[in-house]
């Protein structure tokens, strides 16, 4: 069965504060891609990354980056030097490419940086 | 290039009204998702489509709840009748299968719907 877990539900830091976001996901398959989203109050979903299966590279853009670990089945999501702007719920999820492009997503983690 | 466009953004409507979403998921996509995201369940899938034919509505939540896309462009979700428990944000998503496009899902700005 495939499975994500968020275990962080809420987290707050001071802006200018790096924070990880964790994410551990299940599956059985061999071949899978895992995301990031992000919904911000206004409530859209934004999509950030995309890691497939066979590419552990860790990935940085700009204050992001993401460090992907099949050893642990994680992938978890580091933001440098937050602003207030990052403040928003963070999904991690994966899907199936082969199986009717199912995703599954993670409950969520909600961050919010203090000014 | 549009993203996927979703209309209304919000409605409000009383208990036992019908309710239709509408959606218009980017242009090549093969694949069209119906979600539903509430406080209490997160975020649920409710349908999907692949080449406008629905592939699995095993997340509708009851008979009152029906979907259909006549068309690539084109799709909707009824709910008839409403209830206060449909209260959601109702997202409609669309992507692309294939190798290189990595089925990266991509949402809409969702229709919030408040049934009182």
């Known amino acids: 069965a495939q499975k994500v877990t968020q275990a962080q539900t809420e987290i707050s830091v001071v802006e200018k504060e790096d924070v990880t976001l964790d994410c551990v996901y299940e599956t059985r398959d061999t071949t899978y891609y895992l995301f990031w989203y992000k919904q911000p109050p206004s409530g859209e979903l934004v999509f950030l990354i995309r890691r497939n299966s066979f590419d552990e590279q860790n990935e940085i853009s700009g204050r992001y980056s993401w460090n992907f670990q099949k050893s642990t089945s994680s992938f978890n999501f580091t933001i440098t030097a937050s602003q207030v702007v990052d403040s928003a719920v963070y999904f991690c999820?994966?899907?199936?490419?082969?199986?009717?492009?199912?995703?599954?997503f993670g409950t969520g983690t909600s961050l919010t940086v203090i000014p | 290039d549009a993203g996927v466009i979703q209309s209304p953004r919000h409605e409000v409507t009383e208990m036992g009204q019908e309710v239709t979403l509408r959606c218009k998921p980017i242009?090549?996509?093969?694949?069209l998702f119906w979600y539903r995201q509430t406080m209490m369940r997160g975020l649920e899938l409710l349908i999907y489509f692949n080449n406008n034919v629905p592939i699995d509505d095993s997340g509708m939540p009851e008979d009152r709840f029906s979907a259909k896309m006549p068309n690539a462009s084109f799709s909707t979700l009824k709910i008839q009748p409403s209830e206060p428990r449909d209260s959601a944000v109702y997202f409609c998503?669309?992507?692309?299968?294939?190798?290189?496009?990595?089925?990266?899902?991509?949402f809409g700005e969702g229709s919030w719907l408040t049934v009182v």
């Open positions: 998503a669309s992507s692309q299968q294939g190798r290189w496009a990595g089925n990266t899902i991509y």
């Open positions: 242009s090549g996509h093969d694949y």
């Open positions: 999820a994966l899907s199936r490419p082969n199986t009717g492009n199912q995703f599954y």
